[in-house]
């Protein structure tokens, strides 16, 4: 069975800053899907970025990034200039082909101004 | 663009009462996920349709059913509520195979029991 693992229950970083949430999974598939999902204080869950296990480019989306390392099975979220709409829980999720999603833990990062 | 959109929002129903979630998905989406997000926690896969079929089945409660139907939205029906049935329900959908199987997730319906 697919897990995904999220360490840092908690994270804060001041505006304008950079910071860095990590994330590992396991599974024995060798074709699936990582994303990145934001849910604010209002509980919408929004799409931040995703990863195709197949592409080697990390992928990146404005201010976010990842760093997917397949062989670690590592797939860090990277937010640069963080801005204080940042603040939010973000959860790192699995899926293999035509699955479902597996979610972490989440993270809540706070973004002091 | 549109969204996946969920109803009712907000929904206070009282212990052993019946409860019904509704789900439109994104058009030309064919496949519905439900997920149950209870107070701190991360979202629970509840049960998932593929082309109005059941496709994967999760956590979800012998007194919960789904269905979707034939213009692809989906029901979420509660029976027997109790206490622990308090969340945040999501609807979410995808267009298999397509946009990278990406899954988009409506605002949520909060269901609380009293």
């Known amino acids: 069975a697919q897990t995904v693992t999220q360490s840092q229950p908690e994270m804060s970083v001041q505006e304008a800053e950079t910071v860095t949430l990590s994330c590992t999974y396991d599974t024995s598939e060798n074709n699936y899907y990582l994303f990145w999902y934001k849910q604010p204080p209002s509980r919408q869950m929004i799409l931040v970025i995703r990863q195709e296990a197949y592409k080697q480019q990390n992928a990146t989306e404005n201010r976010f990034s990842v760093n997917f390392q397949k062989a670690a099975k590592s797939f860090s979220l990277k937010i640069s200039d963080s801005q204080l709409g940042d603040t939010a829980m973000y959860f790192c999720?699995?899926?293999?082909?035509?699955?479902?999603?597996?979610f972490g833990t989440g993270t809540r990062l706070q973004v002091f101004p | 663009a549109a969204g996946v959109i969920q109803s009712p929002r907000h929904l206070i129903k009282e212990k052993r009462e019946t409860a019904t979630l509704k789900c439109y998905p994104i058009p030309r989406h064919d496949t519905v996920y439900w997920y149950q997000q209870g107070p701190g926690q991360d979202p629970q896969f509840l049960i998932s349709?593929?082309?109005?079929?059941?496709?994967d089945k999760g956590s979800i409660p012998d007194r919960f059913s789904a269905q979707q139907f034939s213009d692809y939205h989906s029901e979420l029906n509660m029976s027997s509520l109790e206490l622990g049935d308090s969340a945040l329900y999501f609807c979410?959908?995808?267009?298999?195979?397509?946009?990278?199987?990406?899954?988009?997730f409506g605002e949520g319906s909060w269901l609380t029991v009293v």
């Open positions: 979410a959908s995808s267009p298999r195979g397509r946009d990278g199987n990406t899954i988009y």
């Open positions: 349709f593929y082309e109005k079929m059941q496709s």
């Open positions: 999720a699995f899926m293999s082909d035509t699955d479902k999603l597996i």
